[in-house]
């Protein structure tokens, strides 16, 4: 399989003007995108958001209305054969061959990209040992978890040595424990260099895996941006206490506000988990905060604190929350993922 030689730093997704409509319904409706060589490039939206349709666009299953975009240098609609052979696609709902063994499925994926036998057959041991999969090699895939099936998925999206890998939800429906392990085989995917899209419900996966991140919202881009500076436009740090009494949440939100030092936003009371939420700016502001504490004699159980996640920039960017009602989104948890 030959390789193209891009500068380091060379773009590897170019989507501009990007537009794909079903009858009313506007699933992309304009979206550009670049996504730089050998980074994680995350696109980030609710349900219905345009994710699975960009992903189809970008690896030519789906033609667009209008617009434009490339892969690897590759424009989707004139070199669809050339860009197929470089990319790799994991999609939202697992694609391996459930008869078939895992082993079966990752050989017959090589040889339909036509590897030699003597290739597929070494791809396909090299992947299911890289996969942690090779005890599980002779079953069919009927008998695997969700996440063995997952990791199958990602293998089988390898075996053609991808420069560019599309991953649509990979963890969507996946409990914490492998969405976690799922993680980790992307990580190291891209530490073998390739250029990931991945699309996600997830702050948290967005946040693990993407150094980049789109933000999608009824197929436009609502923001876009290094990670860290998106969140920095959202504000500073949060200091999430909690007191000893319970009974004290509400007088130790009163301190707080009383302290009139929050200026960006207010005081938040989280009465499930018991604790109070005080946007800071500064260590000064810290320190201020433990002392009005103290000085009105609540004792704290516990104190932290936290960068403003990305349910919150997405909230404070469009409004509302990501992931939020349409479909049946199965509800993500953040204390369930917590580590
Ligand atoms: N084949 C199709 N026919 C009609 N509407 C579609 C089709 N595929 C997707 N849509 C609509 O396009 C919008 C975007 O869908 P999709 O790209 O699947 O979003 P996401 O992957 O972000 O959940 C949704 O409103 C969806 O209902
Ligand atoms: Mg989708």
Redesign the pocket.
């Known amino acids: 399989m030959t390789r193209i030689d891009m500068n380091s730093g060379g773009t590897a997704v170019s989507v501009r003007g990007l537009v794909?409509h079903?009858?009313e319904?506007k699933?992309?409706d304009g979206v550009d995108l670049d996504v730089r060589e050998g980074t994680v490039m995350g696109v980030l939206?609710?349900?219905?958001?345009?994710?699975?349709?960009?992903?189809?666009i970008l690896s030519t299953l789906l033609a667009p209305t209008s617009g434009e975009a490339t892969v690897a240098g590759y424009d989707v609609l004139r070199q669809p054969r050339q860009l197929r052979r470089v990319i790799g696609l994991t999609g939202?709902y697992a694609s391996v061959d459930e008869k078939l063994p895992g082993w079966e499925n990752l050989y017959m994926i090589g040889r339909l990209l036509d590897l030699s036998r003597k290739d597929s057959r070494a791809r396909a041991d090299e992947l299911l040992e890289r996969f942690s999969l090779t005890d599980a090699a002779k079953r069919p895939a009927s008998t695997y978890s969700g996440g063995m099936r997952r990791r199958l998925d990602l293998a089988a999206s390898m075996i053609g040595h991808p420069q560019v890998l599309f991953l649509?939800?990979p963890t969507t429906g996946l409990d914490p424990r492998t969405r976690m392990e799922v993680w980790d085989e992307v990580k190291s995917m891209v530490g073998g260099g390739v250029t990931v899209l991945l699309?996600t419900q997830y702050m948290e996966e967005a946040e693990a895996l993407a150094s980049e991140l789109t933000v999608?919202d009824h197929?436009k881009v609502v923001a876009g941006g290094a990670i860290d500076e998106l969140k920095a436009r959202v504000g500073g740090r949060a200091l999430r206490i909690r007191p000893a009494d319970p009974l004290q949440l509400r007088p130790l939100a009163r301190a707080l506000d009383d302290l009139g030092i929050t200026g960006l936003a207010t005081v938040t009371v989280d009465v499930e988990s018991g604790t109070v939420l005080v946007p800071i700016l500064s260590d000064e502001q810290l320190t201020a905060v433990v002392g009005a504490v103290s000085a009105r004699g609540i004792v704290i159980a516990s104190i932290t604190t936290e960068l403003p996640s990305l349910d919150e920039v997405f909230l404070s960017l469009t409004g509302h929350r990501a992931g939020a009602p349409q479909?049946s989104v199965p509800t993500h948890d953040r204390e369930e993922v917590a580590v």
């Open positions: 794909k079903y009858g319904t699933a992309l939206g609710p349900n219905g958001a345009g994710k699975t349709t960009l992903v189809r939202q649509d939800e699309t999608v197929g479909d």
